[in-house]
T-cell receptor, first 113, second 111 residues
Framework: DSGVTQTPKHLITATGQRVTLRCSPR?????VYWYQQSLDQGLQFLIQ???????AKGNILERFSAQQFPDLHSELNLSSLELGDSALYFC????????????FGPGTRLTVT | GQNIDQPTEMTATEGAIVQINCTYQ??????LFWYQQHAGEAPTFLSY????GLEEKGRFSSFLSRSKGYSYLLLKELQMKDSASYLC????????????FGTGTQLKVEL
């Protein structure tokens, strides 16, 4: 158990809908990262927050947005969902914004039908 | 680009040693990580290299050559539970601490 929690574990929704994925980092970690893992693309970095501020952005679609709250938990919002958004979404955390190991949560499996 | 290359699949025998290679673009290199991932589960951290040389941690070791843009993960005394995907990931400067992952090497350990 990495200490990073994510909810929900599974999510099934229809195209065009909007969902919110939630992540709580390890105690003491200030930085949160979101990754998408689909079968054909491997792990892709989406976005990073450090102590409430956006720190780095990857190939995150405009339909996706995220934020980190004062209690350091983070939410990833996915809207106008398409079939291709079906994937595992992982959250990871680390102590600082420019440090080393990232610890991954168990992931949210999103299925868009 | 920041391509990271590793073999797609490898097969090894229980009790043996296996080496998984990873090559990456050297420009902007800021550190290299190895993760293990079982199917449908979260990646788990194995090792971190930022300086040249070998880092040993139990049955697992990781090597880095920054000038060659090359790393390997060495797994000794293989066990069946080591069957998993091994992900090479690199941190590049200017990107916060985001990791760029290779597509992973699927290791199968056989009797």
């Amino acid at each position: 158990d990495s200490g990073v929690t994510q909810t929900p574990k599974h999510l099934i929704t229809a195209t065009g809908q909007r969902v919110t994925l939630r992540c709580s980092p390890r105690s003491g970690d200030l930085s949160v990262y979101w990754y998408q893992q689909s079968l054909d693309q491997g792990l892709q970095f989406l976005i990073q927050y450090y102590n409430g501020e956006e720190r780095a952005k990857g190939n995150i679609l405009e339909r996706f947005s995220a934020q980190q709250f004062p209690d350091l938990h983070s939410e990833l919002n996915l809207s106008s969902l398409e079939l291709g958004d079906s994937a595992l979404y992982f959250c990871a955390s680390s102590v600082m914004g420019h440090t080393y190991e990232q610890y991954f949560g168990p992931g949210t499996r999103l299925t868009v039908t | 680009g920041q391509n990271i290359d590793q073999p797609t699949e490898m097969t090894a025998t229980e009790g043996a040693i296996v080496q998984i290679n990873c090559t990456y673009q050297t420009s902007g290199f800021n550190g290299l990580f190895w993760y293990q991932q079982h199917a449908g589960e979260a990646p788990t951290f194995l090792s971190y290299n930022v300086l040249d040389g070998l880092e040993e941690k139990g049955r697992f070791s990781s090597f880095l050559s920054r000038s060659k843009g090359y790393s390997y993960l060495l797994l000794k005394e293989l066990q069946m539970k080591d069957s998993a995907s091994y992900l090479c990931a690199v941190s590049f400067t200017g990107g916060g601490n985001k990791l760029t992952f290779g597509t992973g090497t699927q290791l199968k350990v056989e009797l």
